[in-house]
């Protein structure tokens, strides 16, 4: 890569992507085939498309739709904050679950090594002393 190819890059950075739409889920599509929206819904290139080809009407009920697009985005925000709750407490549960399970681990990692030294030592073997590993027969 030649010296003007890099200062090229370094002083144009590239561009985010843009107008890649965001993925409908099924919650969407549900609420699409009930008659409501939402605002991934809303963001869809036809969506938009739509709101700008649709005149706005007179000023009142412009002020009534805005009032029920309020309404709409408030309980969209409430159902992403449970969402976001539900993902937290699963998080932490999941956290709590790794942690028993490492105790658990390590816990049976060292039954397990003093078995072996005891069980070795009956034998006459060092464990400490031999240098190479203990080979496991399956």
């Known amino acids: 890569m030649s010296t003007v190819e890099y200062q090229d890059k370094r002083r144009y950075p590239p561009r ?3 107008g890649n739409p965001v993925e409908v889920t099924s919650l969407d599509h549900l609420i699409a085939t009930h008659g409501g929206t939402t605002s991934t ?7 938009l498309q739509k709101a700008k080809d649709t005149p706005t009407g007179t000023p009142n009920s412009r002020l009534e739709e805005l009032v029920r697009e309020v309404g709409s985005l408030r309980q969209e ?6 969402v976001r709750a539900a993902l937290l407490q699963l998080h932490e549960k999941t ?10 681990l390590q816990d049976m990692s060292e ?4 078995s072996e030294k005891r069980f070795s030592e009956y034998w006459g073997i060092d464990l400490d002393a031999e240098t190479a590993e203990i080979p496991i027969m399956i």
């Not at 956290?95 to 658990?104: D, K, N, S, V, W």
């Not at 039954?111 to 003093?114: E, L």
């Open 77 to 82: 925000i409430v159902y992403h904050q449970e």
């Open 95 to 104: 956290t709590r679950a790794f942690e028993i399970l490492q105790y658990a």
């Open 111 to 114: 039954k397990v090594a003093a």
């Open 16 to 18: 985010p992507q843009r």
């Open 41 to 47: 819904l809303q963001m869809s290139p036809r969506a």
